[in-house]
């Protein structure tokens, strides 16, 4: 990567837009980057990384600070670089995030990043992400990789010499990215301890098995178990002694099965022969019970007989309840026409009540009606003005409106007027301050005439020589000469008093006229205000002060006016309504008379057919011998309730005779079948059976309970010792992979006992370090005329503390090896220098064939004396060969007078920096 041209706009300390065509710096070799302390050298080197990147060149300097502080609001922030790779142009364009000028209003508005590539075929990526990894993949190294390989960065030289194995081996894993190696090796650490770990529990799980594993008391292998259990045996012999217990408890536990199989069969026996002994008991018990239940079930039946024989009585009773029935039936009619009759009388009746109220009410209505068209008619008299009221107001109101806008006008004009007059009276007080000052002027312009004058003599007298005649008196003698004062005023003072004396009078006289003329506008527009105040009230006496009282008086009398308007209005409505609402009442006052009249016909009509249906229900009711059919009902079904009783009584007789006839002969059929079993009965001893089923079961109990725990044991030992098996296999195989595990943990993380602690990740950046330090003496021991040469430290202790990147220097001039930290300023700056050089070599080398034509080198020479200086700029001079173009960043003068190309930058503390470049 070659840059071509970099822009700069409103970037770091440069204000506006510096364009630097870094062609002219030549295709290789080495070029200065010079100026004042602050200039902006490093900003230089920042914006290309920044071009490249969106970052700066160093870790102290953020983005935030790339907008200039002496940049105008409406210039733009950004930064452009033209570069060459691999013979194909490029152009890479970016801004940081900045606040400009709003475009819209006032104030400041945000200016996002962006930034944008154009390719070689003219394909355009955008956006800073897309941007920066396109710049990725067509250089092949990121920001970081970039700094180490192409820019020295200021206070970067001794980080890397001075450093310990321990930052250094940072450094390195960054640079070299050694950071899998590390990983490898804490994978393989922790997969060793968790191994460790897994074995260590499976060891503790057989162990917790073997603990478990139980035997009889009593049993000849308890104190072999005992040893195994203390660990005292192996874990063959374990699963051995195992097997032997479990075949002896599983061969107890079959004999213990056998006799309680044999004692169930005994136990059934007896329970069988007791069963039968009980159902004997239970037989002669129910006989006895039977007995008594057939003589009880044979007076019932005797009773239920009886019962039955009295029912034909309750016959006759059933018919003459009939009869009763069929009478009141055949009379429902005669009840259906009364009420129907009764119901049309009650109707009549209610219509006569409701008419007869009717009538009462359209007589009131009527009456009501008569009084209120009389009412309103006298108000009609009284509201018949209303209209002429109206015009009348109306036009009074429209006079006070007139007279109210007439007065504002006249309110402006006095406004107007007493606004003038505050103007009028400023101009007197300006018109006097200015006579004022002309006075006092032309007072001192007097006073300096006068003294002048009166020096005139002392002058004259200054210049008189004895022996020739005064040009006033013509004396030859001059005894007496008049003075000079010491205060007499020059004639150029006499000029400037009456100079400025006559200004002054011009003032005074330019503002006695503008007070004259502001004079007259305030009299003529007095003379208005009077004129319409005349016109207005027909006076014009203190109308200037009295105008707010006018206007009070008007308004009032535009709101009395306005509310007598209203009453007015509202009396003419009522008047409109009274005369369409008394027609309209006088039509219904007839309507409801007619209404009247014909009421007071329907009801002498209805009550004529009251009587007619009066007479007709009382003959209805005399025929009937019930007051309601409802009565009628009810004593209907009181003779049916009858009916049903005695029926049910008659059923439920002969019901109970059959029932207890049934009862009786199943009774006696029973105690017949009893008695031909108790005939065939044996007899037991019911308590012998009991003891010997008692014994037996005593004796089966504690058979059963050895047989569990026999079986509980077998079962438990058999599921453990299936562990321990299960769990002796894995512990043998995890064995196995404990062993070269263990093996390659330890080669990785350096911890092989009486061997050097070196760990894979420093033993790789140990391989960098040895290239690195190869390239770097190459450049040393030339800076150094051939006196340092920069070494690994390879002594065994520091091997033993895993310290493998210490570095030490030799020094050929006197065969001693000691540490970098004893160098001086000098000597450590060709060091460093060396070192960052063969680092940047390394990178370059290491990363798949960059190809970077271009190196930066920020400050540092300072410390060389001049033929230190010649060494380090030749092995610089060596860099550049191959077309390699190398910019140094220095403020010292022995370097300006070695390199002939220079980008010179100068400062202005107004005004920003400026930069251009100087070649030959």
């Excluded at 013979?87 to 990043?113: C, D, H, I, W």
């Excluded at 074995?199 to 000849?220: A, V």
């Excluded at 009453?567 to 009274?578: F, G, N, T, W, Y």
């Excluded at 438990?716 to 002796?728: C, D």
Aim: proline content about 1%; some cysteine; glycine content about 4%.
């Amino acid at each position: 990567m070659r840059p071509l041209k970099l822009t700069m706009s409103a970037f770091g300390p440069y204000a506006g837009e510096v364009s630097l065509d870094m062609r002219k710096l030549g295709n290789g070799g080495i070029y200065l980057i010079c100026g004042d302390t602050g200039a902006g050298k490093t900003t230089i080197f920042d914006a290309v990384c920044f071009a490249l990147y969106g970052k700066a060149s160093g870790d102290i300097r953020d983005k935030s600070s790339f907008r200039s502080k002496y940049a105008n609001d409406e210039t733009k922030t950004y930064v452009e670089l033209e570069f060459e790779y691999n013979g194909e142009m490029y152009k890479v364009t970016r801004n940081p995030e900045y606040l400009r000028k709003s475009k819209r209003g006032e104030g400041f508005a945000k200016q996002g990043a962006n930034a944008t590539l154009i390719l070689p075929n003219g394909t355009v990526v955008s956006k800073t992400n897309e941007v920066t990894a396109k710049i990725e993949e067509i250089l092949g190294v990121d920001k970081n990789q970039f700094s180490q390989i192409a820019m020295i960065a200021q206070g970067d030289f001794r980080k890397l010499l001075n450093c310990d194995t321990k930052e250094r081996k940072e450094i390195f894993r960054k640079i070299f990215k050694t950071e899998p190696y590390s990983q490898i090796e804490y994978k393989l650490s922790s997969l060793f301890n968790e191994l460790k770990k897994k074995r260590e529990r499976e060891k503790q799980s057989i162990n917790q098995y073997i603990s478990q594993f139980s035997c009889g008391e009593n049993d000849t292998l308890s104190p072999s178990l005992e040893s195994a259990k203390n660990g005292e045996v192996l874990i063959d012999d374990v699963i051995s002694l195992m097997n032997k217990i479990v075949e002896k408890d599983s061969a107890r536990y079959n004999e213990l099965n056998n006799f309680l199989e044999k004692t169930d069969k005994e136990t059934a026996k007896l329970t069988s022969a007791l069963a039968v002994a009980k159902n004997q008991e239970e037989s002669k018990k129910e006989y006895a019970n039977i007995l008594k239940e057939i003589e009880i079930a044979d007076k019932n039946f005797n009773e239920s007989k009886k019962v039955n024989s009295d029912s034909a009585a309750k016959n006759e009773t059933l018919e003459a309840l009939s009869k009763k029935i069929n009478l009141i039936e055949d009379k429902m009619p005669k009840f259906d026409e009364f009420e129907k009759v009764q119901n049309e009388l009650n109707i009549d009746i209610q219509t006569v009540k409701e008419n007869e109220q009717l009538l009462k009410i359209k007589e009131n209505e009527y009456a009501s009606l008569t009084c209120d068209i009389e009412e309103k008619t006298k108000r009609l008299q009284i509201y018949k003005n209303s209209l002429i009221d109206i015009e009348r107001l109306n036009s009074k109101l429209n006079d006070i409106k007139n007279k109210v806008q007439s007065l504002e006008e006249l309110k402006n004009e006095i406004k107007k007027y007493k606004e003038e007059k505050e103007k009028y009276s400023l101009l007197q007080e300006k018109a006097k301050s200015a006579l004022d000052k002309y006075n006092n002027l032309n007072d001192e312009y007097s006073m300096k005439y006068t003294a002048f004058l009166s020096e005139q003599a002392g002058i004259m007298a200054s210049e008189l020589k004895d022996g020739e005649p005064c040009p006033v008196c013509g004396s030859k003698n001059h005894p007496n000469r008049a003075v000079i004062s010491e205060n007499a005023p020059s004639a150029a003072d006499v000029e400037k008093a009456k100079a400025l004396a006559q200004k002054s009078q011009e003032y005074a006289s330019e503002a006695g006229k503008e007070c004259s003329c502001k004079k007259a506008v305030i009299d003529t527009l007095l003379q208005n205000v009077k004129a319409k105040a005349e016109k207005l009230f027909d006076t014009s006496e203190n109308i200037i002060e009295n105008v707010n009282l006018q206007n009070g008086e008007l308004k009032k009398e535009y709101e009395d006016t306005k509310a007598l308007l209203e009453e007015a209005e509202s009396k003419d409505i009522m008047r409109k309504k009274l005369e369409t609402d008394i027609p309209k009442m006088q039509e219904k006052s007839t309507l409801t008379l007619q209404e009247i009249s014909a009421c007071k016909a329907a009801v002498a009509s209805l009550k004529a057919r009251v009587d007619e249906k009066s007479g007709s229900v009382m003959k209805l009711k005399n025929e009937l011998d019930f007051d309601t059919k409802s009565h009628a009902l009810a004593k209907q079904n009181e003779y049916k309730a009858q009916v049903q009783l005695i029926k049910a009584e008659i059923e439920k007789a002969k019901e109970n005779l059959d029932k207890s006839k049934s009862r009786l002969d199943t009774l006696l059929g029973k105690k017949l079948s009893l008695e031909n079993s108790i005939k065939d009965f044996e007899n037991y001893d019911v308590e012998k059976l009991l003891q010997k089923l008692a014994e037996l079961e005593n004796t089966k109990s504690e058979e059963n309970e050895k047989a569990k725990l026999v079986y509980y044991r077998t079962e438990n030992n058999k599921s453990l010792l299936k562990e321990i098996r299960a769990r002796s296999r894995d512990l043998a195989l995890l064995d196995k992979k404990y062993v070269w595990l263990k093996s390659l943990s330890e080669t990785a993380n350096g911890d092989i006992s009486g061997k050097e602690k070196i760990t894979l990740e420093t033993f790789v950046q140990m391989t960098y370090f040895d290239r690195i330090l190869r390239k770097a003496n190459l450049r040393l021991l030339t800076m150094s005329d051939g006196q340092y040469e920069l070494i690994r430290r390879h002594d065994a202790e520091t091997l033993k503390k895993n310290e493998g990147l210490a570095l030490d220097v030799l020094d050929h001039f006197n065969g001693s090896t000691r540490s970098v930290s004893t160098l001086s300023g000098g000597e450590s700056f060709m060091a460093s220098l060396s070192l960052a050089l063969g680092l940047s070599d390394e990178i370059q080398s290491s990363s798949g064939g960059i190809k970077l034509d271009t190196m930066f080198v920020d400050e540092g020479f300072g410390s060389l004396d001049d033929e230190a200086l010649d060494r380090a700029l030749s092995a610089l001079n060596s860099l550049s060969q191959g077309g390699r173009l190398v910019g140094i960043i220095s403020h010292i003068d022995a370097l300006a007078s070695r390199i002939d190309n220079k980008i010179i930058v100068t400062k202005d503390r107004q005004n920003g920096s400026f930069a251009k470049i100087v070649a030959q």
